[in-house]
Nanobody, 114 residues
Framework: QVQLVESGGGLVLPGGSLRLSCAAS????????MAWYRQAPGKERELVAA????????NLADSVKGRFIISRDNAKNTVDLQMNSLKPEDTAMYYC???????WGQGTQVTVSS
């Protein structure tokens, strides 16, 4: 049974940081392309960051470059998203994704507000 379980969301002040984590199981994680997406109310889901199986390649959306870092631990089957210098426009539900088969987690809410 495939599972992607996100954690780490919450309410944070502008300029603050959060670290999201996704625990994966039920598929060969070490060979999977993993990604984080987000969806704000009334907007389409958008790709935030992606990472290759061997961590050799990462891609970040222009809106988060220089602020967010995606990483993975293939021994623990986890993929993390370190989010720094958060802005109100980063407020969204954040989803973990396996890119090839299209597996999704249930999402974790991030709210950036004063």
């Amino acid at each position: 049974q495939v599972q992607l379980v996100e954690s780490g969301g919450g309410l944070v002040l502008p300029g603050g940081s959060l670290r999201l984590s996704c625990a994966a199981s039920g598929f060969p994680f070490s060979s999977a392309i993993m990604a984080w997406y987000r969806q704000a109310p009334g907007k389409e889901r958008e790709l935030v960051a992606a990472i290759s199986p061997t961590r050799s390649t990462t891609n970040l959306a222009d809106s988060v470059k220089g602020r967010f870092i995606i990483s993975r631990d293939n021994a623990k089957n986890t993929v993390d998203l370190q989010m720094n210098s958060l802005k109100p426009e980063d407020t969204a539900m954040y989803y973990c994704n396996e890119a090839v088969y299209g597996y999704w987690g249930q999402g974790t809410q991030v709210t950036v507000s004063s």
